[in-house]
């Protein structure tokens, strides 16, 4: 199944909101139970997809060295030098420090790891930088970054059409959680917002 434009448009979609409101016949915050909606905890976010796409391809493909000809090169043209980040092999702690008196040179705080050699991952470098290098890498990588993209969107549009994380409300409460609020626990009947602990009318 591909990702749909509107999930909540599809027959499937409708057929499973009746079925999940047969069993969750009632509003989850004041307890309601009409006008029911279906509110999904969590929506597809595509600059978000892309980057952790991006961050899992290029994470491994330039783990402990590899393709580093690939980032000298586009150094080499841009004019760049490179920063690595000496890392755990064990847990990947990263800014690992050598030291000078003892041996093994390198000690992990946080697993315990000794080792002449760290791992060595792209290290942290002006963000200017990184936008040319990010740039020349995905002329070549989009496609790959792609694919990583497309399986990660499928499997979040089927979390979607599974209804594991939603929230029944009635449409009152659907309404005061789109404007970001949550119903008040004294009352249960007003709303505010997260950061108070009961609505203006109870509290005063
Ligand atoms: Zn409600
Ligand atoms: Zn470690
Ligand atoms: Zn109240």
């Given at each position: 199944m591909s990702w749909t434009r509107k999930p909540w448009t599809t027959k499937e979609w409708k057929k499973r909101r009746e079925e999940l409101l047969k069993t969750n016949n009632k509003c989850e915050w004041c307890g309601s139970t009409e006008y029911l909606t279906i509110d999904h905890l969590h929506n597809f976010d595509a600059l978000g997809t892309w980057n952790m796409a991006s961050g899992r391809f290029f994470g491994s493909y330039f783990v402990n060295g590899k393709h580093q000809e690939e980032l000298d090169q586009i150094r080499k043209e841009e004019g760049i030098i490179p920063k690595f980040t000496d890392r755990c092999w064990k847990c990947g702690k990263s800014g690992l420090i050598k030291r000078k008196q003892k041996k093994p040179p390198f000690r992990c705080s946080k697993c315990g790891w000794e080792g002449e050699k760290t791992s060595k991952t792209l290290g942290k470098m002006k963000y200017r930088f990184k936008g040319i290098i990010m740039k020349s890498l995905l002329k070549v990588h989009k496609p790959k970054i792609n694919l990583i993209y497309e399986s990660m969107k499928k499997s979040q549009n089927e979390t979607y059409m599974k209804f594991e994380e939603v929230l029944v409300l009635c449409r009152r409460c659907a309404y005061a959680r789109l404007k970001g609020n949550v119903l008040c626990k004294v009352c249960e009947s007003n709303y505010h917002k997260p950061?108070?602990?009961?609505c203006w009318g109870c509290f005063s």
């Open positions: 950061k108070f602990e009961m």
